[in-house]
């Protein structure tokens, strides 16, 4: 089962075969983080753009287009819900649909004779809306944060000149326990000793001092 997205511009229906094939093969990081096609398998891993680790329900194992999704029924295993939904079990929750809005720039599918001379005209505005989950096979350090996960196989050989810290801390720090998790290949044991940057120290005081305040506001919560 596949789901298709709801793309328009300026509120009609986009019908251009190559526009249409264009946007639905774009990356969903270049359309606020909604993608075009999102396929839908049985026990398949996803993550909300919100990120928050669900799990879809089964469907029938052959292959089905969804043109106009209207919700998804979604379980998300660690939950403080305290009330159920009419006919769902506790942990079972709809995910509606996400609307967002990206800029595309359409002058490599406009004809030759068509095309302005200046660039800035074959930008697009064009309005989506789609379901929020995107697969979780295999994810970058970004999308990870702030989940727990089961397992996890992790490529720690960072590309030259990076010495972003959180790219290593963020997801060594996925799992519970050391028996979960796998590095996938030889790395630089360096990488495990770099420090903080200036940058990164202040960023976690003030965030600490936040922290703080926050608890003295709402002391009730903690």
Same mark, same amino acid.
């Given at each position: 089962?596949?789901?298709?997205?709801? &793309?328009?511009?300026?509120?009609?229906?986009?019908? !251009? $075969?190559?526009?249409?094939?264009?946007?639905?093969?774009?990356?969903?990081?270049?359309?606020? /983080?909604?993608?075009?096609?999102?396929?839908?398998?049985?026990?398949?891993?996803?993550?909300?753009?919100?990120?928050? %680790?669900?799990?879809?329900? =089964?469907?029938?194992?052959?292959?089905?287009?969804? /043109?106009?999704?209207?919700?998804?029924? =979604?379980?998300?295993?660690?939950?403080?819900?305290?009330?159920?939904?009419?006919?769902?079990?506790?942990?079972?929750?709809?995910? $509606?649909?996400?609307?967002? =809005?990206?800029?595309?720039?359409? %002058?490599?599918?406009?004809?030759?004779?068509?095309?302005?001379?200046?660039?800035?005209?074959?930008?697009?505005?064009?309005?989506?809306?789609?379901?929020?989950?995107?697969?979780?096979?295999?994810?970058?350090? /970004?999308?990870?944060?702030?989940?727990?996960?089961?397992?996890?196989?992790? &490529?720690?050989?960072?590309?030259?000149?990076? !010495?972003?810290? %959180?790219?290593?801390?963020? $997801?060594?720090? *996925?799992?519970?326990?050391?028996? !979960?998790?796998?590095?996938?290949?030889?790395? &630089?044991?360096?990488?495990?000793?770099?420090?903080?940057?200036?940058?990164?120290? %202040?960023?976690?005081? *003030?965030?600490?001092?936040?922290?703080?305040?926050?608890?003295?506001?709402?002391?009730?919560?903690?």
């Amino acid at each position: 089962m596949v789901c298709v997205s709801q &793309d328009t511009c300026k509120g009609n229906p986009i019908e !251009d $075969p190559r526009l249409i094939k264009k946007l639905l093969e774009l990356s969903d990081s270049k359309t606020e /983080h909604l993608p075009g096609l999102l396929p839908l398998v049985p026990g398949m891993p996803v993550i909300l753009t919100q990120n928050i %680790a669900i799990e879809l329900e =089964t469907f029938p194992n052959n292959t089905r287009y969804i /043109h106009k999704p209207l919700y998804a029924i =979604t379980e998300i295993v660690r939950s403080k819900i305290e009330c159920n939904f009419e006919q769902l079990l506790s942990n079972l929750v709809p995910i $509606p649909l996400i609307e967002q =809005t990206f800029r595309i720039n359409i %002058a490599d599918v406009l004809p030759k004779d068509k095309k302005p001379k200046s660039n800035q005209k074959t930008i697009l505005s064009i309005k989506r809306r789609a379901l929020p989950p995107v697969l979780a096979y295999c994810i970058i350090t /970004h999308k990870s944060q702030g989940q727990t996960l089961n397992n996890v196989v992790i &490529d720690l050989k960072l590309p030259n000149e990076t !010495d972003d810290i %959180a790219a290593i801390y963020v $997801p060594l720090s *996925r799992v519970k326990r050391l028996a !979960d998790l796998i590095i996938l290949r030889y790395f &630089d044991y360096k990488i495990l000793l770099m420090k903080p940057s200036k940058s990164q120290l %202040a960023e976690i005081e *003030r965030q600490d001092k936040l922290y703080l305040e926050t608890q003295m506001r709402f002391s009730k919560w903690f």
